[in-house]
């Protein structure tokens, strides 16, 4: 698959016409391999077929959870135990954080009881109350509303308490359900004027990590690495932040929008500004998209 020339994003048929060009692909999972409850059986073949090519995979996910939790998982939905050795997760990448920056410190969890293994076994002294914290952990929402935080966290924004976002998701796909994530929560508290780190996608520290996950060098050229991703906000713009090559599955968080990206294709090419006015201006560009991730 060419570098995008600026002007158009190629619309692809299935993983196998663009394979040659790559010799690791990062994968997200909401969305691209299964939907929270089911794996996809085409994509998960197409991960399978890839690694038969010869090409490194790494999964790579906004779950704020450990790594471990996410690869069971992934062997509880169904997903061969051989695809699972490499996953990262945002979760995994906020725990190193913590460890190694608030050891002994205050900590609020933001999020549900079952996110519990993000902040078991961590060095810290836990608070029931965001106003008591030297630090905050969010992995989900703590109100069934965004806004509904605005008073909960608004003596811990005034206070300058670090807002680390073990979910950059705004929202996902729970099923035929769209949920708001933790990542929407951080944009509410950074606009009251907290200041919040970001891990996972998109930054280029989390899909950098990914290259040593797969026992490559750092230095493996940029353009031989292909992300794959459903979320133009996170994972495309963590490619392009990157450098690397992005695949976009337009059938995720954005299907409603891709029958009108597929009709204004010409050639099998759509205008990078056709995109634009489609999913946004503001939004990132990927090189390539695809409905869902088929071989």
């Given amino acids: 698959m060419p570098n995008r020339d600026g002007s158009t994003v190629t619309l692809v048929k299935g993983l196998q016409d663009i394979i040659d060009d790559f010799d690791l692909i990062i994968c997200d999972l909401w969305g691209v391999i299964h939907n929270g409850i089911t794996p996809y059986v085409s994509a998960v073949?197409?991960?399978?077929?890839?690694?038969?090519?010869?090409?490194?995979?790494?999964?790579?996910?906004?779950?704020?959870?450990?790594?471990?939790?996410?690869?069971?998982?992934?062997?509880?939905?169904?997903?061969?135990?051989?695809?699972?050795?490499?996953?990262?997760?945002?979760?995994?990448?906020?725990?190193?954080?913590?460890?190694?920056?608030?050891?002994?410190k205050k900590l609020y969890h933001l999020g549900p009881h079952g996110d519990r293994n993000t902040v078991e076994g961590l060095p810290i002294i836990e608070v029931e109350n965001p106003d008591d914290a030297d630090v905050i952990l969010a992995t989900d929402m703590d109100y069934g509303r965004v806004e509904d935080h605005r008073s909960w966290l608004v003596?811990?924004?005034?206070?300058?308490?670090?807002?680390?976002?073990?979910?950059?998701?705004?929202?996902?796909?729970?099923?035929?359900?769209?949920?708001?994530?933790a990542g929407a929560v951080a944009d509410l508290y950074s606009s009251m004027g907290g200041p919040v780190r970001w891990f996972?996608?998109?930054?280029?520290?989390?899909?950098?990590?990914?290259?040593?996950?797969?026992?490559?060098?750092?230095?493996?050229?940029?353009k031989r690495v292909l992300m794959i991703g459903d979320s133009l906000q996170t994972d495309m713009a963590g490619a392009e932040a990157a450098g690397f090559q992005g695949l976009f599955i337009a059938g995720g968080i954005h299907r409603e929008e891709f029958p009108a990206l597929e009709a204004a294709a010409i050639g099998g090419t759509v205008p990078v500004a056709t995109f634009q006015k489609l999913f946004g201006v503001n939004k990132a560009v990927p090189n390539a998209v695809m409905k869902r991730l088929v071989w």
């Fill in 45 to 104: 073949s197409a991960i399978r077929a890839a690694r038969a090519k010869g090409v490194h995979t790494v999964f790579l996910s906004n779950a704020p959870r450990p790594r471990t939790h996410v690869r069971q998982h992934l062997l509880d939905m169904g997903v061969p135990q051989e695809l699972t050795d490499n996953v990262v997760t945002s979760g995994g990448l906020a725990r190193d954080a913590v460890r190694a920056e608030f050891a002994g």
């Fill in 155 to 181: 003596t811990a924004a005034a206070k300058k308490t670090p807002f680390l976002c073990a979910n950059p998701d705004r929202v996902v796909h729970v099923g035929e359900r769209l949920l708001q994530c």
């Fill in 200 to 222: 996972g996608k998109p930054t280029q520290a989390a899909l950098v990590s990914c290259l040593v996950e797969a026992g490559m060098s750092p230095g493996t050229a940029r």
